[in-house]
């Protein structure tokens, strides 16, 4: 089992950035494959990235494709989400998700194939 905290949210200009980082509690954090995804009040939860275990492998949705880096140090047990050159429709409420798999390259962007996840962490980006 692994817990997940999230931390790094706040309150940006547009086109500015944030640092999102997803830290997780236990040992084989290296066995579970990460997600971000991100949810306003009354809307489905909207997939934003993914990698994969090793790190390897990496998944963007396209509308944060190249704004947003998705990393991990499987050493900290801590997986990060880059966001650059934010925008005001890039606020609301960031999760991290993560999901055991034997798979090195397995990416996954479905909230569905997610077992765990974290409180969430507020963005919010001013225009």
């Known amino acids: 089992q692994v817990q997940l905290v999230e931390s790094g949210g706040g309150l940006v200009q547009a086109g500015g950035s944030l640092r999102l980082s997803c830290a997780a509690s236990g040992r084989t954090f290296s066995s579970y494959a990460v997600g971000w995804f991100r949810q306003t009040p009354g809307k489905d939860r909207e997939f934003v990235a993914t990698?994969?275990?090793?790190?390897?492998?990496?998944y963007y949705a396209d509308s944060v494709k190249g704004r947003f880096t998705i990393s991990r140090d499987n050493v900290k047990n801590t997986v990060y989400l880059q966001m650059n050159s934010l925008k005001p429709e890039d606020t609301t409420v960031y999760y991290c998700a993560a999901v055991s798999t034997m798979y090195v390259r397995s990416l996954y962007q479905r909230s569905d194939d997610y077992d765990y996840w974290g409180q969430g962490t507020q963005v919010a980006v001013s225009s």
């Open positions: 990698i994969s275990r090793s790190g390897g492998y990496t």
